[in-house]
């Protein structure tokens, strides 16, 4: 579940996901989300 930056919207499911690892840091699940109300593409960890 992520929040759309512009509008608010809850979006329940990512398009995408991938596993964001920085050096020396935990590695992270990102999903890109895409807003059904907007149609605006964010990208949120997950
Ligand atoms: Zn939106």
């Not at 979006?11 to 895409?34: D, H, I, Q």
């Amino acid at each position: 579940m992520a929040k759309c930056k512009k509008c608010g919207t809850e979006v329940a499911s990512p398009e995408k996901t991938w596993t964001l690892a920085p050096k020396g840091r935990k590695p992270m699940n990102v999903g890109l989300f895409k807003c059904p109300n907007c149609g605006g593409h964010f990208r949120a960890a997950i």
